[in-house]
């Protein structure tokens, strides 16, 4: 078999890539490891229930334009319809629920307006708030990527948002929040230089944003099938359960050997996460990316614990909330984001290496228990089932004096670089894994000729 580009990883920043690249006219093979196309933003079926679950909930904003334009480009956009505008619904733990909802005016007025009227804040939080008009303005001045390289490298968001004048009720009910949700990581040991990136593209010129998109089918029936059913119709090939190795020779690129399969390539995408970037080498890591290679293997990761719970009837809840003081951080009803019948709450912690570390019973009862003090509808409910799924690898720290972050080109010539670990300026979130990818077909389009010669 023979291929212009071999991508390995499906994943978004694979998707992605391989999209950009048919549709230039190239002939890609998509080689990936697992039986189910996806990457960590997947899905797998439930043996007791039947349905098919999300190892773990994404939610996608209207700031993420790259990600849409690949949506739209595959057919999927609908199935993650944006709200008209920002509207978050937070809880705390003595069961009090306040919803913050942005009016349709001009950015960044629509948040203004919105922190103004939100009942969860004093007067004086109201006013710590509104010190940030100066970080808005700045970001419709010069860019959320501009404004964000303005901050130190070595200060975390905590010592930012102190320094910004931020009150403690205010972190606790929206900073924090965001914050976790954005980065996977505490706000006390997160680098504070990728938050405000994302809080300038949240809040950026356009009042929708902030506008929150909940996919409508699982994970991998958003993007990974509609995908790879594009690729196919373009004659490219979606290869499942093969483990990829790249083999090089003089010039460059020779091949890839998938399990049984050869592909002779001159150009390959790696789109597999840092911690896997060693294992795709036939001959182990080329001397030219040692140094890379040694970059990735001491990058740290930072897990996700989500739990699904069955319940023996529909939540109540609204499609989602945010748990303001407590282990879990956000619940999404399933049910009410497909519009179906099901008693399915997904319950998220992020940066939960404490609950990663629990045994199942322990975390599905910490997870109940918080959701029933928070929302006291469901002290109604019985729960009937419970499942645990655990990225203990879900995404990259970003605390500061990590390695850094590496560009799409490489040292090796016809090999790229895919991925929300490398260098997007964005944390590890789906808008910065689908611009990895677009990165690095676009720089692979770029030295085609060079590649060919």
Not at 10 to 38: I, K, W
Not at 303 to 311: D, G, R, S
Request: with cysteine; charged share 20%.
């Amino acid at each position: 078999m023979t291929a212009d580009v071999v991508i390995i990883g499906s994943g978004f920043a694979g998707m992605s890539s391989a999209v950009r690249l048919v549709e230039a006219g190239l002939r890609v093979v998509v080689v990936e490891q697992a039986p189910r196309l996806g990457g960590r933003a997947t899905a797998f079926v439930d043996r007791d229930t039947g349905e098919r679950v999300d190892n773990g909930q994404h939610v996608l904003f209207g700031c993420y334009r790259e990600t849409y334009d690949f949506l739209r480009r595959i057919g999927a956009a609908a199935y993650a319809p944006l709200a008209p505008t920002l509207r978050l619904s937070m809880a705390g733990r003595d069961g009090s629920r306040f919803d913050l909802v942005c009016p349709p005016l001009k950015a960044p007025w629509h948040l203004v307006g919105g922190l103004m009227r939100w009942r969860a804040l004093t007067a004086r939080d109201r006013l710590a708030a509104m010190r940030l008009r100066g970080l808005l303005r700045e970001v419709a001045r010069d860019g959320a990527e501009a404004a964000a390289s303005r901050v130190p490298a070595e200060q975390t968001v905590s010592d930012w948002l102190a320094a910004q004048g931020q009150t403690g009720r205010l972190n606790e009910w929206l900073w924090h929040p965001l914050a976790l949700a954005a980065l996977n990581q505490s706000p006390a040991v997160a680098a504070a230089r990728p938050f405000v990136r994302v809080l300038g593209e949240l809040f950026g010129p356009r009042p929708d944003d902030a506008a929150v998109g909940l996919p409508v089918v699982p994970l991998d029936e958003l993007y990974a099938v509609p995908a790879a059913a594009l690729i196919e119709r373009r004659g490219g090939r979606v290869l499942r359960k093969l483990p990829a190795r790249v083999a090089l020779d003089d010039i460059g690129i020779a091949r890839v050997e998938a399990g049984q399969e050869t592909i002779g390539t001159r150009a390959v995408i790696s789109a597999v996460p840092w911690h896997a970037f060693d294992a795709i080498w036939r001959d182990g890591v080329p001397p030219p990316l040692a140094r890379l290679a040694g970059d990735a293997a001491r990058r740290t990761s930072s897990p996700i614990v989500t739990v699904n719970l069955w319940l023996d009837a529909p939540s109540l809840i609204g499609r989602f909330v945010g748990l303001a003081g407590g282990p879990m951080h956000w619940v999404f009803d399933k049910g009410a984001i497909y519009g179906n019948s099901t008693a399915h709450l997904s319950v998220v912690a992020s940066g939960a290496a404490d609950l990663a570390a629990l045994e199942n019973g322990d975390v599905t009862a910490r997870a109940w228990q918080h959701l029933q003090e928070a929302l006291p509808v469901l002290r109604a409910r019985t729960l009937r089932r419970s499942v645990v799924v655990r990225e203990h690898r879900a995404t990259f720290s970003l605390a500061p004096a990590q390695p850094p972050r590496p560009a799409a080109g490489t040292a090796v010539r016809g090999f790229y670089l895919a991925g929300d670990w490398t260098d997007t300026g964005l944390p590890g979130t789906i808008e910065g894994a689908v611009r990895s990818g677009h990165t690095a077909a676009d720089r692979l389009l770029a030295d085609w000729p060079i590649i060919t010669r």
